[in-house]
């Protein structure tokens, strides 16, 4: 039969005894001061616009332009209505686009994650990190999101040092290089 434990006993403690020292205690003349350093928990913050924005819309113009002309083509010689309306409402929604202009946002990249005005992006939830940085371009922090449907997130670093951010994210976050989509390459030479 095996044996069975009462884990319900408890052993009784032992007395303890107040020792007493075996030596006179000397008292120091002056008080010595002991500063602990608190470890900071290490944080990197700025402001940085929410989107690259690019003053020159000559492109952009151009294809507004192009839409619209398209819509009234098919509208006089087709008689399609639909393409038409759904032509001069692609271009109002680019010049509407085009007209907004970047908020700033507040970024802090700290040990949980990377926090971008309300929104917080914990490193459990992402996949992989890459900065961005061509010099005479924009500097960009891209993460990539461990969802499949979820598009990289996008940070613009401005002017803060990207190889101080890099040191911090890379503790927590595998380096991957993000190649830019054909979205991404065509919105940035028209200027969106």
């Known amino acids: 039969m095996p044996k069975v434990l ?8 032992a007395p303890q005894t107040l020792q007493r020292p075996k030596e006179k205690v000397r008292i120091a003349d002056k008080p010595l001061i002991v500063i602990e350093k608190i470890p900071e928990k290490p944080e990197i913050f700025w402001e940085a616009p929410s989107f690259f924005y690019n003053p020159q819309k000559r492109y952009l ?5 192009a839409l619209l ?24 929604v680019l010049l509407l686009y085009s007209k907004q202009k970047p908020t700033m946002s ?52 401005s002017d803060r040092d ?18 830019n989509s054909l979205v991404d390459q065509m919105g940035r030479r028209l200027g969106l």
Not at 6 to 13: E, F, T
Not at 61 to 65: A, E, K, P
């Open 162 to 179: 990207p190889v101080e951010v890099r040191s911090l994210i890379v503790n927590f976050l595998p380096e991957k290089e993000h190649e």
């Open 61 to 65: 113009s151009l294809i507004t332009i």
């Open 69 to 92: 002309v398209g819509a009234a083509a098919l509208l006089i010689f087709k008689y399609d209505a639909l393409t038409s309306i759904f032509l001069i409402l692609a271009s109002l």
């Open 6 to 13: 009462n884990l319900r006993k408890q052993p009784a403690k």
């Open 106 to 157: 507040k970024i802090v990249v700290g040990q949980s994650g990377v926090l971008v005005d309300d929104v917080m992006y914990y490193y459990k939830d992402l996949r992989s990190f890459w900065i961005e940085y061509n010099p005479g371009g924009p500097k960009e922090l891209s993460l990539e999101s461990a969802k499949w449907y979820m598009p990289y997130v996008k940070v613009m670093l």
